[in-house]
Each structure stands twice: as structure tokens, then as C-alpha cells.
């Protein structure tokens, strides 16, 4: 991973190469030194960024909580739609502000706060409240099965609200209903976030899970619900 610093309209843009991951700490170190210089207007253009973890999603947010406890404002840039799905699986698109025109990102900074009211999110999103039920994938031949409440679907994953998670990485086995088929949905997924209580008080406990192995039809069924619904979302709690 490379990471280049240059300044525009006094917001400094860090372009990031590579991939974020574990080995991505100078990112932290990086905006914590802007921070500490007094440059607290950033911007992390992952425009180059091929690949985010869970580990590099927790040197995001870590990054993002320094830039505020510093009084500060951080934005994301060009980043890539996987990535932004990560984003909505773990609900932290809520959180992030994201841009696909540079000036447009350097300007937010100097949005009056009325203006911000206006400001719509580049990608669209499906909240909406769904009972699950959810066990680990184990060696248990009667595994705990669990009841949650799903806040997010998409293609790519959901964020299920309980005080009921597991680790990083953990494999599950779901069942959640979509409304208006005739069967319930069952689907495998992993564990790739568990959320933050500073950043997401109002989502907390809960963890993001992305599906795995989600064949064309069921993954047809979400996609055909979510565009059926997606003006008419559940508001978030």
C-alpha cells in the first residue's frame, strides 16, 4: 500500500494505493499526523484501492474517530462499489460520507449547514426490519439457533441487530422472510464486522454478515425485492 499527501483549497487528499488490510496502519498514522499538525479537513481517495478487509474497515473507522476527536472532518472519494457494499453491510455508510467528484468533496467542507440537509447518498440502500434466525456453523449437532433483527439487505450481505454475535469471520447459517414470497430465504454468510458503540450507538450490538455462496436465484429474489422496495424504506430505529 502507497500513500500519497497533496493539498487542495486547504483540504489534504490522501491517495491510497494497494490494498487496506492489517499491513495499513500508516493510514492511521498518516491522517493522526495531519490531525495533530492542525490539518483536520481530509479526504482518502481510495479511487486505486483494490481490496478492503475487515481489518483495513477498522483502520477506517479508527482513522475517521481520530479526525473527529481532533475536531476535525474526514470524506471518502472514489471508492469502489465493493467496497461501498461493504460499507452498507456493516452500516457504516451511515457513518462515512463518500463523493465520486473531487470538487464536490473539497466543497463539502465548506457546506453551510443548511446545504448538508440536501446532500443524497451516490448509492442506494434497502433498510428494513426482517426477524432472522441465525446459528454458527460448527461441529455442534444441535447448534444455539438465534433471533436478531435484520436493519439492511442487499446482494451482497445484511446487518443484523442483536446482542446475540459472533467473532470476525465466523460462518453462519440464516433464515430470514422477504415479504410477499412464499418461502422463507435460507443463505450461508460470514461475519465481516462488529459493530462500533461510538460510531454506531444506535445499531449497537449487532454485526454486518456478507453472504457466501448465494445462488443466482436467491440472490435474483433480494435484487427483484430490493428495487421493487427501495422507495419505500423502513426508517432506521
Given amino acids: 500500500m502507497a500513500i500519497r499527501i497533496r493539498e487542495v483549497n486547504n483540504v489534504n487528499i490522501l491517495d491510497i494505493d494497494g490494498h487496506i488490510d492489517i499491513n495499513s496502519s500508516d493510514i492511521i498514522e498518516t491522517v493522526g499526523w495531519l490531525a495533530n499538525s492542525g490539518k483536520v479537513n481530509i479526504i482518502l481517495n481510495l479511487e486505486n484501492v483494490d481490496i478492503v478487509d475487515y481489518n483495513g474497515l477498522s483502520i477506517l473507522a479508527i482513522a475517521y474517530k481520530n479526525t473527529i476527536n481532533h475536531k476535525g472532518k474526514l470524506r471518502f472519494l472514489r471508492v469502489p462499489l465493493p467496497v461501498i457494499e461493504l460499507f452498507k453491510v456493516v452500516k457504516l455508510d451511515y457513518v462515512f460520507e463518500y463523493y465520486t467528484d473531487e470538487e464536490e468533496a473539497v466543497n463539502s467542507f465548506y457546506e453551510a449547514a443548511a446545504d448538508k440537509l440536501h446532500l443524497r447518498r451516490k448509492f442506494q440502500r434497502l433498510d428494513i426490519h426482517l426477524n432472522v434466525k441465525y446459528r454458527i456453523v460448527g461441529s455442534q449437532r444441535k447448534p444455539k439457533i438465534f433471533d436478531g433483527r435484520v436493519l439492511n439487505v442487499s446482494a451482497a450481505g445484511l446487518y443484523i441487530y442483536s446482542p446475540y454475535t459472533f467473532p470476525i469471520n465466523s460462518p453462519l447459517d440464516l433464515e430470514f422472510s422477504i415479504p410477499n414470497t412464499p418461502a422463507a430465504l435460507e443463505a450461508s454468510g460470514r ?24 445462488n443466482t436465484e436467491k440472490e435474483k429474489s433480494i435484487v427483484d425485492f430490493i428495487d421493487k422496495n427501495i422507495t419505500h424504506r423502513a426508517e432506521p430505529l
Avoid at 460510531?199 to 449487532?206: A, I, K, T, V
Wanted: proline share 4%.
Fill in 191 to 214: 461475519v465481516v464486522w462488529l459493530s462500533d458503540k461510538e460510531l454506531q450507538s444506535h445499531y449497537y450490538p449487532g454485526m454486518g454478515v456478507a453472504f457466501t455462496h448465494l
